[in-house]
């Protein structure tokens, strides 16, 4: 079936005590950014990569790709407001019955394992969600108090989270909804099931300086 | 108020793809539960230290102290089946009234920062458990289901977890549960109300050699 993936890079960078809009930092001299979207065309030469950014970073992005001579094609869209009316942006690029990935611009450091599992999982289960699972105990705030959850069951979300496209399309064809953290949540409001699937460790939101750095050591383990 | 850390090394090693325990895996040219050390120790030269390590292991430990010529004053008490037993081991040496810490031996980088204000709230409020919010979305599974949990709302629980030490006394004076995950939860089991504490985000539990990796880079960082 035909792939796509879209890729949601809307962070404003203002965590990262740069002016600089996160996904365009540099990592092995290249923006996050074009490490991500490497990683899915690495992964299929075929799949349709749209990237949603903030209509301002456009021409940012132009001049990136012309400069380091990044040669991987992918389309370009605004993105809007939250992350929601970005992906909404980049699905209505979404023209073939095909399977959907959703994935952030600052998660370069996805296996291909991973895109590999999320995808045969959402052509299976009509979704795929990756996760992994705490190293940490956890709780959880219960009015001015705390307790704890049962860590085995508790599971910590990533992306890509993968669709059929028409399952996504129609979840995505309703308000914003400040619930919606993810496109699970999206998809569950639609009545969706949500299939967990396994990711990787090193699959990383990159959103503080020391992310980026362990992000660097990250790449190079990956890269062995 | 007097001071202890009873740092736990109970760790097999049998995630970390070798055969020596974790605890002793160099980082820096130097074990894990060395670096663990140095860092109360480095937070108050006053502070009691008590390292609880597997029977077997504890003239490994000897012979890496003599070898290195680490010269950071502590005890040494063997350890028992479970963390629980072990932290129970190390309680047996502590006689003051004092302000407690348990702590992982493979958790090197914990902040002074951390460390100062665990023990600053313990003293107010009796206990005090360091956390970090996740990056991630969070979800629990729910029979062949998963929900969505707020991300706001969850806690990613670390060491050091501190408590006065009469509390945390009696809290272990009781037997074996295997719901104890860690320290709040034994105090819970007692009655006492866990108080939540900011931790440090670099704080990892390093279980894997891609952890190991990581808290070389981290390490560097927080020696900046």
């Given at each position: 079936?035909?792939?796509?993936?879209?890729?949601?890079?809307?962070?404003?960078?203002?965590?990262?005590?740069?002016?600089?809009?996160?996904?365009?930092?540099?990592?092995?001299?290249?923006?996050?950014?074009?490490?991500?979207?490497?990683?899915?065309?690495?992964?299929?030469?075929n799949?349709?990569?749209?990237?949603?950014?903030?209509?301002?970073?456009?021409?940012?992005?132009?001049?990136?790709?012309?400069?380091?001579?990044?040669?991987?094609?992918?389309?370009?869209?605004?993105?809007?407001?939250?992350?929601?009316?970005?992906?909404?942006?980049?699905?209505?690029?979404?023209?073939?019955?095909?399977?959907?990935?959703?994935?952030d611009?600052?998660?370069?450091?996805?296996?291909?394992?991973?895109?590999?599992?999320?995808?045969?999982?959402?052509?299976?289960?009509?979704?795929?969600?990756?996760?992994?699972?705490?190293?940490?105990?956890?709780?959880?705030?219960?009015g001015?108090?705390?307790?704890?959850?049962?860590?085995?069951?508790?599971?910590?979300?990533?992306?890509?989270?993968?669709?059929?496209?028409?399952v996504?399309?129609?979840?995505?064809?309703?308000?914003?909804?400040?619930?919606?953290?993810?496109?699970?949540?999206?998809?569950?409001?639609?009545?969706?099931?949500?299939?967990?699937?396994?990711?990787?460790?090193?699959?990383?939101?990159?959103?503080?300086?020391?992310?980026?750095?362990?992000?660097?050591?990250?790449?190079?383990?990956?890269?062995?």
């Amino acid at each position: 079936m035909k792939k796509y993936c879209i890729i949601v890079a809307g962070g404003s960078g203002r965590r990262m005590k740069s002016s600089l809009p996160k996904q365009f930092l540099l990592l092995d001299g290249k923006p996050l950014l074009m490490h991500t979207v490497e990683r899915f065309r690495s992964f299929d030469v075929n799949m349709e990569i749209i990237v949603v950014l903030p209509d301002e970073h456009i021409s940012l992005w132009d001049r990136l790709i012309t400069e380091l001579s990044f040669d991987v094609t992918h389309s370009v869209v605004p993105g809007g407001e939250e992350r929601f009316h970005s992906v909404k942006a980049g699905l209505a690029l979404v023209t073939d019955e095909s399977l959907v990935a959703i994935h952030d611009g600052v998660r370069p450091l996805v296996s291909h394992d991973t895109i590999w599992r999320c995808f045969a999982d959402a052509e299976e289960f009509g979704s795929a969600v990756p996760f992994v699972e705490p190293a940490d105990s956890v709780r959880i705030l219960d009015g001015d108090d705390s307790r704890p959850l049962p860590r085995k069951e508790i599971r910590l979300v990533q992306t890509p989270q993968v669709f059929r496209s028409n399952v996504i399309i129609e979840a995505y064809d309703r308000g914003f909804d400040p619930a919606f953290t993810d496109d699970a949540t999206v998809a569950e409001a639609a009545g969706i099931k949500v299939h967990l699937t396994h990711g990787n460790r090193e699959n990383i939101k990159i959103t503080t300086p020391e992310d980026l750095a362990v992000a660097h050591t990250l790449l190079k383990l990956l890269k062995q």
